[in-house]
């Protein structure tokens, strides 16, 4: 599990997550579930496009570049549907319906996946000159 973290707003966009690199857990996504609980989500590694046909329920995406940065993001996306297509994405972050809001998650905002069990304190964002990339676990 890994805990997705909005560097540029010192917020946690989902607190636990699970990650997609397969070729069939990526295909598979988030089909055959009933939601995703509060705090939870799926990073679906590499991706630059998502649908949603056959879900049960619509979901909010993070669209992010290599480096971290938000390319795009889709607000609740509903069921049986083609998400949009992004240029220079390298995952997407599908999260429960207002987690973007919630986390304020913006178009150009930095996103760090870190372990789950990471601590992480909420902290002022972090200068333009500061930014350094995506950190991902090993």
């Not at 993070?62 to 795009?72: I, K, L, S, Y």
């Amino acid at each position: 599990m890994e805990r997705v973290v909005n560097r540029s707003r010192g917020t946690v966009v989902a607190e636990r997550t699970e990650t997609a690199r397969s070729w069939w857990s990526r295909g598979k996504g988030l089909l055959g579930r009933r939601g995703l609980p509060e705090g939870g989500g799926l990073i679906i590694e590499p991706c630059s496009s998502i649908h949603t046909w056959f879900m049960a329920f619509p979901i909010d995406v993070a669209f992010v570049a290599a480096d971290g940065r938000v390319v795009r993001t889709a607000h609740a996306l509903r069921p049986w549907r083609f998400g949009p297509f992004a240029r220079q994405v390298r995952y997407v972050v599908e999260l429960p319906v207002g987690a973007l809001a919630r986390s304020g998650t913006e178009r150009d905002d930095y996103l760090d996946i870190l372990p789950a069990d990471a601590p992480f304190a909420r902290r002022d964002a972090a200068p333009d000159g500061a930014r350094t990339g995506a950190r991902r676990a090993a």
